[in-house]
């Protein structure tokens, strides 16, 4: 009960954002709700047969893409879809500008058709009716996956039933206008013209034989301007959508662009996991990919070589230190801890920096070790932008976080244990291994297991003085974090630093038990 | 009488007219750019003028701009943008703007025309890359050198192909550690031409040859990730040559006075310039909407060039370019753009790289890791 408030705090600040950062690696929403009718039609769609998708799902394209051209959503989904295939950025943010063109191919014969079709008010008047309710909250919903609003609010707008039987897909588009219109820009649908996409969807309409046969006996607002449009289909784009979007772009004719669609469009993917293994998924199953983009492995690989080896260094170099502080008088003492704790005060950035100057080619150990005749002027050590160099600077940098566990833990340790083991006949060197090293293990555990965790998500040091081959699968992370912004692939990737993590202490907890590790007394 | 009458006029209109701007404008704004010697420019060229004309705003400066395309993510999400206005590469604010984060914007609307009444759009030209870009300046990644250690009986580099040159030029390169600007000069010096470079790039093969072709380099390289490294590099004599943008090799040898030489040889141009975000409350965006119309007006982008060695975007600050503010060196020849330096220039190509980057920038990343 003490501790609620605390577990509160940690629960908000902590796990629930990075759980929700860890749910991005598999979340995939943006393809279904941006383009939901797309995602449905293609269902049925076999890429196998290596030809683009029926006119059918290109019309559903065109009316989602102009949605999302609208909230400026269809970018978005490119920048989704060019992570799994490289050009669809580009595809769709040109292909967003140039939706408005091929509406327009409808609207300007539709207008010569019959001038009432330029007019807003009657559009409104002819879409209107009763029984539509149902439509309209279906398109509201979908309106609000898409922008992530709840489009709440009042429409001023509701369909008619028995002109949505005669025109579906124009009462779709002219609903979806309607919330848009009024929700988003606050306009009255009334007063507004409607969208180009709204006369691409007379268009569809009007392909279609049954439609062309109802509107002859239709009698409601807009009967003459429907049936004069019906009878001059002749006069409309003989073509369909798929033409218009090839016409374009062609690529939209490609097979790989909707293999590429149809495999990213459940709200679900494994795809940012497969991509942290260097795996990928294709429309014939898991692959690995190719090799000369294979790097995550090799980096967690790496990461955890690298930790390990600045562990043990750490335990070689600190434990003499430890022992030291441990058992000189108190006053020396103090002073060597000052020693110790100077640099754990330092900033990071300015030690790592430190480090900089000093192990570079024309560094100072380099000038001394020229000066002193050990090094040859021409091949001066390479001691950064590699492997060493991150391994000298975070040994450094992490060794208070071994020096003091170990410390705490040797203090408890009774002198009088040695001097015992000596009496008895114990050489120095039988009495430190047999006597006073077992009773330090607590310490080396729990310095190693610090400096082990901190190691493998180290990100600044490895970044200045690693190079390309000291560096770790968290500068990675950061770069798809603040650079490319694949949030997906960095979650995925977190994720799996965090198990790998979790898996290592849990073998730690099997191997040396975690009862016997001690930070102090 | 009619004196008084005027007089009493004016005053209520101007008391009108300063209660109108308090409310319509905020009296503060949150300007994010990349801080040093760059922020600074923008500081005495833009905001003190500013400021000196509408002492009530405060300008709050936020050196966030390296990593503003992931914050501004950020904010977004959390509903909650507090930046007014932001200072971003062309690349990063192609994103931004595929990302629905920053406004769209009509240049003929929002910025101001040129003194001689040549509309924003035309003036700034083909640099309006993005629907959402107001440019303020051009910069390039040019290469430097030390000019002390290139061999005896040799000249002094004035190629790009130089740089894979290590029999001619002994000694270590430094090079951005991401594949943009590198395939293409790498491409370059393997034989393809210029107005090719981006097609080759855009197959397997091609990036293999650029990768190839960076591979006889290697071992020669330090890889740099932030734009003080090679001119600290170059000053530290660890480099024989490196790439970084012009205005940091500009203050490295001229206000440093350091031995290194330049080598404006392909210069890859860029821009720099500011994005508003999406979704700003209208009080914010009315001062920001003022603020860019006057920072970004003909003699305000020509002034920016008197701290910083960064040509103005607009065609007609071009001819207004003085002297530096306070070494009074002529800023001419140290700009990208002056005809002796852009001899040999090349233009970078935001659209391929917005589609090519991650494919790429995965190959590289690999090749780097081998």
């Known amino acids: 009960m003490l501790i609620a408030p605390l577990l509160l705090f940690v629960v908000v600040t902590f796990i629930v954002p990075i759980l929700s950062m860890l749910f991005r690696s598999v979340e995939n929403d943006i393809v279904p709700d941006t383009i939901p009718g797309v995602v449905t039609e293609l269902a049925e769609w076999d890429g196998s047969a290596g030809l683009p998708p029926s006119e059918q799902v290109f019309r559903y394209l065109y009316l989602d893409l102009f949605k999302a051209s609208e909230a400026k959503q269809h970018t978005r989904l490119g920048t989704r879809l060019n992570y799994e295939k490289t050009g669809l950025s580009s595809l769709l943010r040109t292909t967003g500008r140039s939706l408005d063109d091929v509406g327009e191919e409808w609207q300007d014969p539709l207008e010569d058709i019959d001038a009432n079709f330029k007019d807003g008010a009657f559009w409104y008047q002819m879409m209107s009716g009763t029984d539509g309710e149902d439509l309209l909250e279906e398109r ?205 005060w330092t900033s990071l950035l300015v030690r790592t920096s430190a480090w900089k100057v000093l192990l570079q080619q024309q560094g100072v150990i380099n000038e001394i070790l020229v000066w002193l005749g050990f090094v040859n002027d021409a091949d001066r050590l390479i001691l950064m932008n590699n492997a060493t160099g991150t391994i000298i600077a975070m040994t450094h940098i992490l060794l208070p976080f071994m020096i003091l566990p170990l410390y705490s833990v040797m203090k408890t340790i009774q002198p009088s244990y040695l001097r015992a083991a000596k009496s008895l006949g114990a050489t120095n060197w039988t009495a430190f291994w047999r006597v006073y090293f077992p009773q330090s293990v607590p310490g080396i555990g729990a310095g190693s297991i610090l400096v082990f965790i901190l190691a493998i998500g180290y990100y600044i040091t490895p970044e200045i003085v690693g190079g390309t081959s000291g560096v770790f699968i968290s500068n990675r992370i950061a770069y798809h974090i603040s650079s490319s912004l694949n949030w997906g692939l960095a979650a995925a990737l977190g994720s799996i630093l965090l198990v790998v993590v979790l898996g290592l202490y849990w073998c730690y907890d099997k191997i040396v038990g975690i009862d016997n590790v001690k930070l102090g007394g | 009488m009619q004196l008084i009458k005027t007089l009493s006029a004016t005053a209520l209109l101007v008391a009108a007219s300063g209660t109108a701007y308090a409310d319509d404008m905020a009296s503060n704004m949150t300007l994010v750019s ?266 305000r982008l020509a002034d920016q060039s008197k701290y910083i060695s960064y040509g103005p975007a607009r065609a007609s600050s071009a001819p207004l370019v003085g002297k530096h503010a306070t070494l009074g060196i002529d800023m001419a020849p140290h700009m990208p753009t002056d005809p002796a330096n852009s001899k040999n220039t090349f233009l970078y190509n935001y659209e391929f790289w917005a589609d090519y980057r991650d494919d790429i920038d995965a190959k590289f990343q690999a090749w780097l890791a081998q």
């Not at chain 2, 400021?51 to 400066?61: N, R």
């Not at chain 2, 870009?133 to 250690?149: A, C």
């Open chain 2, 34 to 299: 990349w801080g040093g010697a760059y922020q600074a420019s923008q500081v005495a060229a833009y905001a003190e003028p500013y400021k000196a004309m509408h002492p009530d705003v405060t300008i709050t400066w936020d050196e966030s701009s390296n990593e503003a395309v992931a914050k501004l993510r950020a904010m977004n999400e959390a509903n909650n943008v507090t930046w007014d206005l932001v200072d971003v590469v062309a690349a990063d604010a192609l994103r931004l703007c595929d990302e629905g984060l920053a406004m769209e914007i009509d240049a003929n609307e929002l910025l101001a025309p040129a003194p001689d009444g040549t509309s924003a759009e035309d003036d700034f030209g083909d640099l309006l890359v993005s629907d959402c870009y107001i440019p303020q300046i051009v910069y390039s990644t040019t290469v430097g050198f030390r000019t002390d250690m290139v061999p005896e009986g040799t000249a002094a580099p004035t190629d790009i192909c130089a740089l894979f040159d290590t029999k001619t030029y002994p000694g270590m390169r430094s090079l951005e550690k991401r594949p943009i600007n590198n395939m293409e000069w790498a491409l370059l010096c393997d034989g393809v031409a210029k107005d090719e470079v981006y097609d080759v790039l855009g197959t397997p093969e091609g990036q293999q040859q650029a990768l190839d072709k960076l591979a006889t380099i290697k071992d020669d390289v330090i890889w740099w990730s932030a734009g003080a490294d090679t001119p600290q590099l170059l000053a530290d004599g660890e480099v024989f040559m490196g790439s970084t943008y012009n205005g940091r090799l500009f203050s490295a040898i001229v206000e440093q006075d350091q031995p290194i030489g330049m080598l404006w040889d392909a210069q890859v141009f860029d821009l720099d310039g500011w994005i508003i975000p999406a979704g700003l409350p209208e009080d914010r965006l009315a001062r920001v909407k003022d603020f860019v119309r006057f920072a970004t007006d003909t003699q």
């Open chain 1, 140 to 344: 509201r919903d979908l309106w609000a996956a898409m922008v992530g609003e709840s489009m709440a609010g009042d429409v001023g707008f509701v369909p008619s039933e028995q002109v949505a039987q005669m025109l579906p897909w124009t009462t779709r588009a002219y609903t979806d206008f309607a919330i848009w219109t009024a929700i988003e820009d606050e306009d009255s649908v009334a007063e507004e013209d409607p969208w180009e996409a709204v006369y691409g969807a007379l268009g569809m309409d009007l392909t279609n034989p049954e439609t062309v046969t109802a509107i002859q006996s239709y009698t409601g607002p807009g009967a003459d301007a429907l049936k004069a449009a019906a009878a001059n289909v002749g006069q409309l784009p003989q073509t369909g959508f798929r033409e218009a979007f090839a016409a374009e772009n062609e690529d939209w004719l490609s097979p790989d662009v909707w293999a590429t669609i149809k495999l990213y469009s459940s709200s679900m993917t494994s795809g940012y996991f497969l991509n942290a293994v260097d795996m990928q998924l294709t429309p014939d199953g898991i692959e690995q990919k190719p090799e000369n983009q294979q790097i995550y492995t090799q980096l967690f690989m790496r990461t955890l070589v690298m930790a390990l080896i600045i562990t043990a260094s750490c335990v070689v170099l600190g434990y003499p230190v430890a022992w030291l502080l441990a058992n000189l008088p108190m006053r020396t003492a103090s002073i060597l801890m000052i020693l110790v704790l100077l640099p754990f």
